[in-house]
């Protein structure tokens, strides 16, 4: 009774709005995991407080069960009502769409059918538990089974070498990984005899190829030559690259790279962009596209791959990595940065998004380092676990919101949830090298945080941004919410959730302060952007 109670309450709780929409299907889903946490967690509680009392499991009577349904059965349809309310007002602040009334219409089934799997499966672990402790007890005494007991109730695993799961996931070769060559500037690693195991991770496996000379002659009216430098305008450098596979060591892949750029003459432009890839290895294009619109193509860019896993799971299994990867890169960049003669320097710029971000920030201590050793920064969609991102928004100013924290008055570091200019805008003046957080108020991978559980975060106390609604924090639930957010971060359109496009145009153009472009050039920049989503 008390697991039914529970699953009851939490069926019900799990309507109230998180971040993103959810159509019917996702939602009944969510119901039913939900229902089936609540009815875990009902049983776990009347367990510790028989045990407090001493006393065995009662039979509930039939007046307990009819009480249950006749208040369950109108407690879930005002939950359901409310929750379709709910999602209407989340897809109209994002402009989505697209919903199935059919799968609406059915999520109250799809949450029943999830929640009776999820409790046959619990009890089915559970019986063949028990049949195992019985027939090793029986054959081999009571302290080997235990022991075995304790291995078979941690299941198998799933071993990962190399930042690579046994057994095939996320192998090398597949869909989206390209061979470098410079027809597709995917790394200058075609003049060299390797062609399978240097690699650069482009968006869908389509080989990009950044804008060209022309497209950025039409976009920025430039004319024929570069407003800063004088130099014709022309495309971007072949980007500096080292897959996976080139190296088993971290610093020699960085200086792989490296030496990819120096050989594309990327240290001979005026603009040079450090990037911290995701954990595949992959580059968003809308990053380095708009750095090289923005910088009218005399700049280049390097990276290195540090694992064949997605984000996610890197950050399970690879986090280190991550970490390595962004302090080996900078550092190489930087020592060839440093032996260059003082007027010959490129712009030294750093960037990454999601897990890039994290990898991105170990290699400073903080922000006069970020001031100090770069002309600028951008980190986009920061995961809530970077470490200075985190020092940042916990140490800002006095009454600065949490969803937009200003820190130390905004001298170097920024953050945005949307609208740039008004931030680049506020005083006081934003001199010298600047930092720039971009972060959704409706992005998960910002917000989620295992904190969640037990503590209620200051960004659900304060006013929501532009696209979220009021959030209520219910321990465990909320965690559990978010948690149910994150693998559809991105399936919402530009500028909400995880998925950001032309705000990195702007961040682009807040950080690196590009002379002469107009306002009708940088919407045209964010026009093509947005159609490359």
């Given amino acids: 009774m008390p697991g039914c109670w529970g699953a009851v ?26 229902a089936a946490i609540g009815y875990g967690l009902g049983v776990v509680a009347a367990w510790i407080w028989r045990a407090f009392a001493d006393r065995p499991a009662r039979v509930p009577h039939a007046r307990t069960w009819r009480i249950l349904a006749v208040s369950a059965v109108p407690l879930f349809v005002v939950a ?64 080997a089974a235990a022991r075995c007991r304790m291995d078979a109730r941690r299941g198998p695993g799933v071993p990962v070498r190399d930042g690579n799961p046994v057994g095939g996931l996320g192998q090398p070769g597949g869909q989206g990984v390209l061979r470098p060559g410079h027809h ?15 690699r650069f991770r482009l968006a869908g496996g389509v080989g990009h190829a950044g804008p060209t000379g022309p497209e950025l002659r039409r976009l920025r009216t430039l004319g024929d030559h570069h407003p800063e430098s004088g130099a014709a305008a022309v495309e971007g450098a ?17 200086e792989l790279a490296v030496d990819d750029l120096e050989r594309a003459g990327g240290f001979e432009r005026t603009n040079l962009l450090v990037v911290t890839t995701t954990g595949s290895g992959w580059v968003d294009p809308a990053l380095v596209d708009s750095f090289e619109y923005l910088s009218a193509g005399d700049s280049a860019t390097v990276a290195i791959q540090y694992s064949y896993l997605p984000s996610w799971i890197s950050y399970l299994v690879d ?12 550092d190489a960049v930087y020592e060839r940065w440093l032996a260059l003669p003082h007027d010959r320097r490129p712009k030294l710029f750093v960037a990454g998004e999601s897990l890039g971000s994290f990898g991105g920030e170990t290699a400073f201590s ?24 985190r020092d940042f928004s916990e140490h800002r100013d006095s009454g600065s919101p949490e969803i937009e924290p200003v820190y130390k008055d905004g001298r170097t570091v920024r953050f945005s949830g949307g609208d740039v200019g008004r931030v680049s805008a506020q005083d006081p003046p934003w001199e010298g090298n600047r930092v720039l957080y971009l972060m959704h108020p409706s992005d998960p991978i910002v917000w989620w945080s295992p904190d969640l559980v037990l503590n209620r975060p200051d960004w659900i106390s304060e006013p929501p941004g532009h696209d ?54 940088l919407g045209a920049v964010r026009a093509t952007i947005a159609e490359q989503e």
């Fill in 9 to 34: 309450i939490l069926a019900c709780l799990s309507f109230t709005p998180s971040l993103l929409p959810r159509g019917g299907l996702l939602q009944g889903i969510v119901c039913g995991i939900t």
């Fill in 80 to 143: 359901f009502g409310l929750g379709q309310y709910w999602q209407s007002e989340i897809r109209r602040l994002m402009g989505v769409t697209d919903d199935s009334v059919a799968w609406v219409v059915a999520a109250p089934l799809v949450a029943v059918l999830m929640f009776g799997i999820l409790l046959l499966t619990g009890r089915g672990v559970r019986r063949l538990y028990r049949l195992l402790a019985r027939f090793l007890t029986r054959w081999i005494g009571p302290r």
């Fill in 184 to 198: 597709h500037r995917g790394g200058g690693g075609a003049t060299r005899d390797e062609p399978t195991v240097r």
């Fill in 238 to 254: 072949d980007p500096g690259y080292a897959g996976l596979a080139s190296s088993d060591d971290t610093e020699s892949r960085a």
């Fill in 319 to 330: 986090q280190t990595k991550a970490r390595e990867a962004g302090r080996a890169l900078f």
């Fill in 366 to 389: 903080g922000e006069y380092d970020l001031r100090n050793r770069t002309a600028g920064t951008l980190f986009v969609g920061p995961p809530n676990f970077n470490t200075l991102f």
């Fill in 468 to 521: 979220v609604l009021n959030t209520v924090w219910v321990p465990f639930l909320t965690f559990w919410q978010i948690t149910a957010d994150l693998p559809f971060s991105t399936g919402v359109p530009g500028g909400h959730g995880h998925k950001y496009t032309t705000e990195q145009v702007d961040g682009w153009y807040a950080v690196i302060q590009p002379a002469g472009v107009t306002q009708e050039e």
